[in-house]
């Protein structure tokens, strides 16, 4: 079955500190899709990233980069130098191949950045 | 602004009753997905329609139907509401099941 866990359900840090997310998932597809989205206080969720299962490279966009290992099932989420607006929770997910789609969810970490 | 739309942003009814939640997707978009979000659960899949046709199937209850129509628009039917159908639920639509996914800003529904 395929699952999803983010073992950090809270994380509290202070502004322009570093931070990483971490999310493990399990399949056994071979073809599957990771992805992060960011949920603010206001409710909405944001698109952040997504990875194709046979793509290992490092990606960086901003303050943002992730790792993904294919080896040990991982694909962390690290902020630099975080600042308060980065405040949200965040979830990683996994799709499964086509001809679905569905996206499952790990139970998400909330992350706290205090000035 | 991720171009999905739903209405109503917040709909507060009682336990016995039905709503219909509404969903536009992004332009262009051809499938849709809903979800429900919840203390307890989480975010869990509900149901994926692609071009008019139910594509996948979730943890979705009997109590509950959705449709897309052909301007791609869904619905999503809850019936028979118990309070435990209190949540957000989200409506999301990509281009392809294999493209990322648009949220729009959801629906929370309260059952009292």
């Known amino acids: 079955a395929q699952k999803v866990t983010q073992a950090q359900t809270e994380i509290s840090v202070v502004e322009k500190e570093d931070v990483t997310l971490d999310c493990v998932y399990e399949?056994?597809?071979?073809?599957?899709?990771l992805f992060w989205y960011k949920q603010p206080p206001s409710g909405e969720l944001v698109f952040l990233i997504r990875r194709n299962s046979f793509d290992e490279q490092n990606e960086i966009s901003g303050r943002y980069s992730w790792n993904f290992q294919k080896s040990t099932s991982s694909f962390n989420f690290t902020i630099t130098a975080s600042q308060v607006v980065d405040s949200a929770v965040y979830f990683c997910?996994?799709?499964?191949?086509?001809?679905?789609?569905?996206?499952?969810f790990g139970q998400g970490t909330e992350l706290s950045v205090k000035p | 602004d991720s171009g999905v739309t739903q209405t109503p942003k917040h709909l507060i009814t009682a336990t016995g009753q039905r709503v219909t939640l509404r969903c536009s997707p992004r332009s262009g978009d051809l499938s849709v997905y809903w979800y429900q979000q919840s203390l307890d659960q989480g975010l869990q899949f509900l149901i994926q329609?692609?071009?008019?046709?139910?594509?996948a199937k979730g943890n979705i209850l009997e109590r509950f139907s959705a449709q897309q129509f052909p301007d791609l628009h869904s619905e999503l039917n809850l019936s028979s509401l118990e309070l435990g159908d209190s949540a957000l639920y989200f409506c999301?639509?990509?281009?392809?099941?294999?493209?990322?996914?648009?949220f729009g800003p959801g629906t929370r529904l309260t059952v009292l």
């Open positions: 399949t056994r597809d071979t073809t599957y899709y």
């Open positions: 999301a639509s990509s281009v392809d099941p294999r493209d990322e996914q648009f």
């Open positions: 997910a996994l799709s499964e191949i086509p001809p679905g789609g569905k996206l499952i």
């Open positions: 329609y692609y071009n008019g046709e139910e594509r």
